[in-house]
């Protein structure tokens, strides 16, 4: 079983749509949580941190469930602009980063 | 100037060769980390330095060596270049907050083809 695990998509919405990712992690010493951008051949890059109480950003909410060691990502009113693929990101105290495979997001005019 | 820089962008090699990748960073992180990337899949750890004197082996370091000439600076040696090691690098820096958090900054990637 990998550590960090996410539903590869691929999604495929309207522009207007509400879009939700999930991702489970194995380890329950993981300290952090973070969703990163990938665009096509990219760097990721930093979309939001996920805090044990759950965080917004503009269209963007992040949750985290720390009892069933999964994080969220919903994305309201898709954009264009939001097709990425999107990394689930899970740090430990040993100081690692795990990725998960990601799940790519097309979304359509 | 991007704050990680990798060098070179793009490399198409043989088979046996010797090939080094370089990054360097300009955001005074102690932390340097090489990841690689293969189609569809995400980042996998192949090392990564908390510091100068400080080397740790990653989940795929087979077939890998790195140098951590100064703080700003971690390279990536594939000794004996074989076909399955064709992917995308990325080099990443971080600096770890009290919260516990680590946020990576990331390279703009070093594509290698080895044929």
């Known amino acids: 079983r990998k550590e960090v695990e996410q539903d590869p998509g691929p999604f495929n919405v309207p522009e207007g749509a509400t879009v939700a990712f999930n991702c489970t992690y194995s380890?329950?010493?993981?300290?952090?949580f973070f969703w990163y951008r990938q665009d096509c051949r990219k760097e990721p890059k930093l979309l939001m941190s996920v805090y044990s109480s759950g965080n917004e950003d503009g269209r963007f909410t992040a949750q985290l469930n720390r009892a069933s060691q999964y994080i969220s990502l919903l994305i309201r009113d898709s954009k264009l602009s939001d097709s990425a693929t999107y990394l689930c990101v899970v740090y430990t105290n040993a100081g690692k980063s795990t990725f998960g495979d990601g799940t790519t997001l097309t979304v359509k005019p | 100037d991007a704050d990680v820089t990798q060098t070179p962008r793009n490399r198409i090699t043989k088979t046996g060769k010797r090939i080094m990748l370089e990054c360097s960073q300009t955001k005074g992180h102690d932390r340097m980390y090489w990841y690689r990337q293969d189609p569809g899949l995400g980042l996998r750890l192949i090392y990564y330095s908390f510091d100068v004197k400080d080397i740790n082996k990653g989940e795929i370091s087979d077939g890998y060596s790195v140098s951590r000439q100064a703080q700003a600076k971690f390279s990536l040696s594939l000794e004996s270049a074989i076909p399955n090691q064709t992917a995308l690098y990325f080099c990443a820096t971080s600096h770890p907050t009290g919260g516990g958090a680590n946020v990576l900054t990331f390279g703009a990637g070093s594509r290698l083809t080895v044929l």
């Open positions: 380890n329950s010493a993981s300290q952090s």
